[in-house]
């Protein structure tokens, strides 16, 4: 299935649609579940790095974003995708090389949706708790807040200029966080989401897209 074409393509997000975030393989049957409540969309991790993780690493696949894609009516579960990055916390990062660990997180993330196969203009959510954790790395190698968002705009500017647009997701997906506002890192870079509770007591949470008005706006990929 290495070489399955997802014939994925990209469309402006609906406003103030229902999504579920995951960081593990979708499960299609609770998928379905999600899709027959009206949520719309899915918001899932495209990798866990860390080697001391105890948790699995489970990489999204073309296969399974197929499965999350394709129309309901074709054996699929007919939801909208949209990729989330958390940065990997498995090294200190050098506050010397800034723009080279953003520029390789950056690589890692454009390959990576290149293999899925995720089209060019999709919003890119990167996680921001994972960001501000780079201000608590051991060993006297702990960011400043200044060489924190320096890393995020190198982060950023490196997914843009790769042909994808860039959102910020405040939470993760043992529970949401959202500020009712977001930092400013220019225009380019979207900042629309907003977080509610869970369906029921499954593993997922609930998030929703915002008015969706800003002159860039958050795009997902859909199966065509």
């Known amino acids: ?20 975030v ?27 790095s860390s080697k ?11 296969l399974e974003a197929y499965s999350i894609m394709l129309a309901a009516d074709e054996g699929g579960s007919g939801l ?3 990729p989330l990055y958390k940065i990997p916390q498995t090294k200190p990062i050098k506050a010397t090389s800034i723009a080279d660990e953003a520029n390789a997180n950056g690589k890692i ?9 995720l089209p060019l203009g999709i919003t890119v959510w990167i996680d921001i708790e994972s960001i501000n954790a780079l ?5 006297d190698k702990s960011f400043t807040a200044e060489q924190t968002k320096q890393y995020l ?27 009712s506002e977001a930092p400013t890192s220019g225009n380019n870079v979207l900042q629309s989401i907003s977080c509610a509770n869970g369906l029921g007591e499954s593993q997922f949470h609930s998030i929703s897209i915002g ?3 800003d002159s860039c706006k958050i795009r997902w990929a859909y199966y065509q």
Do not use: W
């Not at 299935?1 to 579920?20: C, I, P, S, W, Y």
């Open 1 to 20: 299935m290495e070489d399955f074409n997802l014939r994925a393509q990209t469309e402006v997000a609906t406003r103030h649609a229902k999504g579920f």
């Open 22 to 48: 995951s960081s593990a393989v979708v499960n299609p049957i609770l998928a379905d579940q999600y899709q027959t409540e009206d949520y719309s969309f899915c918001l899932r991790e495209i990798g866990i």
């Open 52 to 62: 001391d993780s105890k948790e699995p690493q489970h990489f999204l696949t073309n």
């Open 80 to 82: 909208s995708l949209m």
């Open 109 to 117: 993330i454009v390959a990576e949706l290149n293999h899925v196969g």
């Open 135 to 139: 201000s608590a790395q051991p060993d």
């Open 153 to 179: 705009k190198a982060l950023c500017d490196y997914v843009l200029d790769a042909g994808y647009s860039v959102g910020y997701y405040y939470g993760n997906t043992s529970g949401c966080s959202c500020p």
């Open 211 to 213: 008015e969706n008005n």
